[in-house]
């Protein structure tokens, strides 16, 4: 039966990170982390433009990204 009422019972409380969540994460951090010591070996293994191709997909996650900023004249600046 649905609650109509809004009251919550049971379940987590909010926020809380659900234990398989959190399991899969650790050990998917342990696989990265041995993956970063072979990485080189990796890359070498690899054509030039696959190489290339993995460090574009993986830069979103390195560097920042960066925006245009233009201004128009005649118009207050925004800060």
Known sequence: MANTTGIKYGGRQKGT?????????????????????????????????ERVELLIKLMPYILPKVTSVSHTTNKPIDW
């Open 17 to 49: 990170q659900n234990k398989l969540t959190k399991e899969l994460r650790s050990v998917f951090k342990d696989v990265l982390y041995q993956e970063l010591e072979q990485i080189q070996t990796h890359l070498d293994n690899l054509k030039p433009k």
